[in-house]
């Protein structure tokens, strides 16, 4: 007779039907090992399962990541040439009230209090600097944003650090070879080999947009991309490719499908936006203060896909990085900024509230115990679900089955 899954267990198999099932075993060992990459992992289960409160669920909508969470957070190179520390991951956006960003990242600092060494108190002091400054960069209504010279803390030293990174170091870790026998590492970390097929099609959408400039034309190889923890096992290629001028003209890209609304959305492409790619290419274009380099939505075949570069200033941000308690609390009243900022970005755009409503819900403090309670709530269902899901035998999870 077969076993019978849990309930935790067949919503998520559920939910990753279709994938590739060699991503989703590395995706379930990871989410089996950690609550953090848990909840990492389950979006959707978190907007489900915890309702927001009355007070937040009735408060401003703005245009929000959607997947908010500490390791959502990092540094990368700006279309204008300058590396940023900001919010990294828009899969999710959607037109939703602010809260729900704000309690998943509440939620998430909490799971990982609980799978840190730093003390509770530490942890519940940033809660509150996180909440506070929030509030207070929402009430001055005017977005601003993080780069290296207006950083302070771990993340100036994090920018420092990565603007001394050089493309020769991205390659070393990512490829193997030189010139035209340079391919990439298919190390089953970061890549696996892609099939002719899937070489082709990649290829020939490499050489639609060569021809418009958009890219090099010679492409060296095209691998499946292992990244990320919620999308892990959708279809996900990194192309290496060669442009004029020696090992500093190849260029890593990487292209996502976007297989399904953001959780927030209910079903369908929240309008005005024809396709999810439009949607998180359009959306995390407004919510940062500078859009990564070459940032895209583009067809291939029937799907369309978001594309942007690889660089070598790519990182998030984790707690390992900082130095004590101090650090901890700057650490996470910065978060709160980039937060508020994103949320006022995105105020009348698209149907969201305007940045005087935004202003004056930074003003009220009617909203914050209701959000940590929230967050308590939700970090609480994360535990509980993830103890069923990681008491599930690894054989049996097969989304086919």
Known sequence: MPAVLPETARRILDHDRGRDPVRLALKYAKIQASAFAFLRATPFLYFADVPLPPVLAGGPRSWLCGDLHLENFGAYRGSNGLVYFDINDFDEAALAPVGWDLGRLLASMMVAADESTWPRQAWQSAVEACVHTYAETLATGKPLWIERRTARGPIRSLLRQLARRRVRLLLKSRTTGRGDARRLLKDGRRALPATAAERAKVRALMQQLAT????????????????GTSSLGSERYVVL????????????????????????????????????????????????????????????????????????????????????????????ADLGRLTAWMHLRGAGRYGADGVDTLMAFGRRRDWRKPLVAHARAARDRVHDQHREFAAVDPMLLKPDR
Do not use: C
């Not at 418009?212 to 990244?227: E, F, H, N």
């Not at 995390?284 to 291939?300: D, F, K, N, Y």
């Not at 070598?312 to 700057?330: F, H, Q, S, Y």
């Open 212 to 227: 418009a400039g958009t890219v090099p034309s010679k492409v060296l190889d095209v691998a499946r991309r292992i990244a």
């Open 241 to 332: 490719l060669q442009g004029p001028g020696g090992a500093d003209a190849v260029h890593l890209v990487d292209l996502k499908t976007e297989a399904r609304p953001a959780s927030l959305v209910a079903g369908a492409v929240a309008a005005p936006f024809k396709t999810d790619a439009a949607r998180t290419v359009e959306l995390q274009t407004i919510g940062q203060a500078v859009p990564p380099v070459g940032l895209s939505a583009q067809r291939m075949g029937r799907r369309w896909y978001v594309m942007r570069e690889l660089q070598p200033t790519e990182d998030r941000m984790n707690i390992e990085r900082l130095k004590d308690v101090t650090e901890l609390g700057a650490f996470a």
